[in-house]
């Protein structure tokens, strides 16, 4: 297992853009793929993007293609999520989450293996 602390959430006005950050800690960081699951006001979780062990392979919400990127520096154990053109409807909490199975980030985020504890993102109108 590993563990998972993100940061880089706020405040931050429509069209504008934030960074997450998600620190990993535990040995076997570069096995695992990693992705963002963000859950608004009075909604269910919803699926962000997800990158491989590798950084090789990326997913995204459909929804969000072309505003956000995923990445990785296996080096620092850090995976990132870059957040372009943000809109109201983004405001949500951000959780990292990793696991050894992209699937199970993608489509089955509920059996994922480690979870973070959340940032809040907000974009004002």
């Known amino acids: 297992q590993v563990h998972l602390v993100e940061s880089g959430g706020g405040l931050v006005q429509a069209g504008g853009s934030l960074r997450l950050s998600c620190a990993v800690s535990?040995?076997?960081?570069?096995?695992?793929?990693v992705g963002w699951i963000r859950q608004a006001p009075g909604k269910d979780y919803e699926f962000v993007a997800a990158?491989?062990?590798?950084?090789?392979?990326?997913h995204y919400a459909d929804s969000l293609k072309g505003r956000f990127t995923i990445s990785r520096d296996n080096a620092k154990n850090t995976v990132y999520l870059q957040m372009n053109s943000l809109k109201p409807e983004d405001t949500a909490v951000y959780y990292c989450?990793?696991?050894?199975?992209?699937?199970?980030?993608?489509?089955?985020?509920?059996?994922?293996?480690?979870w973070g504890q959340g940032t809040q993102v907000t974009v004002s109108s």
């Open positions: 989450a990793a696991d050894r199975s992209e699937i199970k980030l993608t489509r089955a985020f509920n059996l994922v293996e480690s």
């Open positions: 535990g040995r076997t960081f570069s096995t695992y793929a």
């Open positions: 990158i491989s062990w590798s950084g090789g392979n990326t």
